[in-house]
């Protein structure tokens, strides 16, 4: 069984910065590609940022590039998004994710339906 954990959501305002951060639990994570999604009120989830297991590949939702950064520590098996310089879009419920089968150079997958395990969510406002 596999569990995830987020933790840091809170409320900031425009410009502001916070982390966000997933721990992992379960046999063979440090072999699975992690990635966190959002969804906004009304919207659909949509990935914001990807990291294949060897940490040697990422991707980023367009909107993110340059703000948020994606790392993941395999001694302790979490995963971590810097969020900077935040934006009032960017207020959603954060999910972290895991996919397994995952080899070492492959790049993470983007899409919602090839992760496997899903943390509970935490909330993210960024007021204007």
């Known amino acids: 069984q596999v569990q995830l954990v987020e933790t840091g959501g809170k409320l900031v305002q425009t410009g502001g910065s916070l982390r966000l951060s997933c721990t992992v639990s379960?046999?063979?994570?440090?072999?699975?590609?992690l990635a966190w999604f959002r969804q906004a009120p009304g919207k659909e989830r949509e990935i914001v940022a990807a990291?294949?297991?060897?940490?040697?590949?990422?991707h980023y939702t367009d909107s993110v590039k340059g703000r948020f950064t994606i790392s993941r520590d395999k001694t302790k098996n979490t995963v971590s998004l810097q969020m900077n310089n935040s934006k009032p879009d960017d207020t959603a419920e954060y999910y972290c994710?895991?996919?397994?089968?995952?080899?070492?150079?492959?790049?993470?997958?983007?899409?919602?339906?090839?992760?496997?395990?899903w943390g509970q969510g935490t909330q993210v406002s960024v007021s204007s």
């Open positions: 994710a895991a996919a397994r089968g995952g080899t070492y150079y492959k790049a993470p997958p983007s899409l919602a339906t090839e992760y496997h395990y």
């Open positions: 990291i294949s297991w060897s940490g040697i590949n990422t």
């Open positions: 379960g046999r063979a994570v440090g072999t699975y590609a």
